[in-house]
């Protein structure tokens, strides 16, 4: 029997996953089996050695092999006519388009549009392709759609992206707070292991969301807030804890800035807490609750997820919450502090490598020394002057026609994105477009020129990093399906046909290699950074190939395999100062959408009716590698809006019919495209809210997913979009 370690590809959590085969052999290579065979060839189980779930796995990840094969895998290169070319045909096309693009339009008509699905050593070539040999900033990922908020907001308090926690905090704290965050379905496995803490620890969960989830259903206390309402709560609450003498001066004075920009306008909120109780929609007993909890106790953990970070005020919510763990001390320590839950198995290592259009690798900006640095690292000529465009511009500049050819690799964006038909338009309408695949029939890959067939998980090899930077390799075990590559592979091909030089990377170690090198040698440059891993710049193959799970900052290689860190323990931040910065919000005053119960009339009810999109506890992004999983399907079998009984009767609508949702916004109104879903009455919904997950789409569906009726405004600091506040209306199908 061989068994070897990889790690799931599901969700951020990054849990380790412990691979057999029914096979004398010991390395994953001689294995080597067709995709068909896996389900015989293999068992699966939780690696109990790994620090992210000890042997748990959810229902997802217990499945995974049977998500292998799909019902349709694409095995080689195709063009839109159906045509199939080898992968010299295809890279030689590719080359050529963008060669003449850029030179009829310049470097910005090109872009790259990533996933947090990509390896790091996918993220790391296309990132040095784009920002480097494109000399566009053009390449942006999706992982702005799920934690670009959280992101922007670590970077204005902290001077960087860094989560200061880790999951063993869940286990010390006396007060977790879960905010926006259903994780009993969307990070089960630390759910699991916060019910745990309950149990051994006493810990005390608070859960803040407008609806009754089946988190919220676990908690000692459940604030059922107001869409929106998040920052006002926090705010009020660094007031509460200044009025009742909780704050923690000595660590303010010395770590800290702008403490005095953010005390004000919270002991405004906090002067009046029956008014900021209604304002949040929370009972003021239930508030007053919350706050002399967090008050009183020296471990409170706050965890973030989409709830804060998708809405458009969701990077300055982000900052209220850091403020009051600043202002108590508590970032970087045992059991307390900030935490942002990650969406996606590899969004924390995409933002290493600079996958994000507002960013460059190692965590560096566009300044002129960064840029001199990477170029010198690099070998090019010059890298990309300043930010480029985010997700939701970069689609708005495909149908503009700015954007004129664009790679896409490992997402749906004609189903992920607000205003998902637009986006789908503009990628019909776009000169060129190259998709990377698993599946020949996402309706993303359908509006293809170039269709290129992506190693999958179970094929590729690299590594992942998770939300509390615990770097896993992630290991292949199949044989590759037809032709299919890795994406650095397929990146570096293009570049070279282009003329490039630096991208004969002879396998991913080599990648990974360049990757940590070039940290070295930024941390050596801006020895303020946290992002390090020094200390994995020099491994061998047969190292990087037997790496054990490691958290990053990794300053040497005796660290290699560390677990359970913490970054900011001794008070000192990236920012220029070495202060941690206390961030006013600018949107303070943008008021909670309050649901008046004393409105009549239908419309008048109707037009308050929010929609909030979410996932559901089965099912994975755009169901591309969950939906033909016939156990995971079952408990969600078609698309359903869920909405309370109230409401229902308001609408003149009944149970279980079928209904039209359509956004009030401008652009989705001129679509002829619109999404339909069963209702299905649910009182856990709040009376002017509806949830409907975000998983549907055309390839599963006969209409539009969510996404269509989701208007396409973002946040203006991080430029995260808002997917769960949007007023919508409802007819009969
Ligand atoms: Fe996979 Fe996330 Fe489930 Fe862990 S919690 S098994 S990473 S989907």
Redesign the pocket.
Known sequence: MAVFQSS?A??G???GLTINHGSSSNTSQDMSPQLDEVQNSFTLAGDESHP??FGR??A??ERLLESLPQPTTLRYPRLSSGKVVDWDDATQLIAEKFIETREKYGPNSVALYLSGQLLTEDYYVANKFAKGYLQTANVDTNSRLCMSSAVSAMQRSFGEDVVPGCYEDLEQAEVIVLIGANTAWT????FQRILAAKKTNNCQLVVIDPINTATAKQADLHLAINPGADLSLFSGLLGYLADNDKLNPSYIEAHTEGFDKVIKPAQKLSANLPLLAKRTGIKLALLEQFFELFASKSKVLTASCQGVNQSIIGTDCTNAIINCHLALGQIGQVGSGFFSLTGQ?NAMGGREVGGLATQLASHMGFSPQERQLLTAFWGCDDVAKDKGLTAVEMFDAVADGTIKAIWIMATNPAVSLPNSDKVAKALADCPFVVVSEVIPDTDTAKLADVLLPAQGWSEKCGTVTNSERTITRQRGFTAPKGQSKPDWWAISQVATKMGFSGFDFEDNAAVFKEHAQLSAKVCQTFPQKKFNLAGLANLSKAQYDALLPTQWPVTDAKQIGQQHTRVFTDGEFATPSAKAQFVAAESIDVEPIVYDSNATGLMAQASVLLLNSGRSRDQWHTMTRTGHIASLRASVPEPLLVINPTQLTILGLYDSQLVKIKSASSAAESSNAFTAARVKIDADVPVNLAFMSMHWSKQFSLTSGVNQAISAEVDPVSKQPGFKCQPVALSPL
């Open positions: 799931c599901y969700c959590v990054g849990c992210a779930n796995l959810c997802k990840g990070h089960p496995v630390l198995p």
